[in-house]
């Protein structure tokens, strides 16, 4: 059985940075992507970026430029840094892992517990 475990969330003022880490344990390497996908409340669940057991990333336009998904294939652990962050970006922010392509139509094998993102003055 997989477990996605994630941490790095917290209280961050617009135009700060957070980094947050998503480590997987247990028999992944079936599965070739993990992303992340962010839901706030009232607005649709967004997948934010992904990436595949190749290397090859994809942002959603919301954040690219600003949001940089990477990932440690000895520690099993994705990352997603997050710079200029803005007040739109409040979510939660859940670790995902699966199919690539599955992935671009919001469907997951497993999915983190969530860690909550807060942009705030």
């Known amino acids: 059985q997989v477990q996605l475990v994630e941490s790095g969330g917290g209280l961050v003022q617009p135009g700060g940075s957070l980094r947050l880490s998503c480590a997987a344990s247990g028999s992944i390497f079936s599965f070739n992507a993990m992303g992340w996908v962010r839901q706030a409340p009232g607005k649709p669940r967004e997948l934010v970026a992904t990436?595949?057991?190749?290397?090859?990333?994809n942002y959603a336009d919301t954040v690219k430029g600003r949001f940089t998904i990477s990932r440690d294939n000895a520690k099993n652990t994705v990352y997603l840094q997050m710079n200029s962050l803005k007040p739109e970006d409040t979510a939660v922010y859940y670790c995902?892992?699966?199919?690539?392509?599955?992935?671009?139509?919001?469907?997951?094998?497993?999915w983190g517990q969530g860690t909550q993102v807060t942009v705030s003055s």
């Open positions: 990436v595949t057991s190749r290397g090859k990333t």
């Open positions: 995902t892992l699966g199919d690539s392509d599955a992935m671009k139509r919001y469907e997951f094998d497993y």
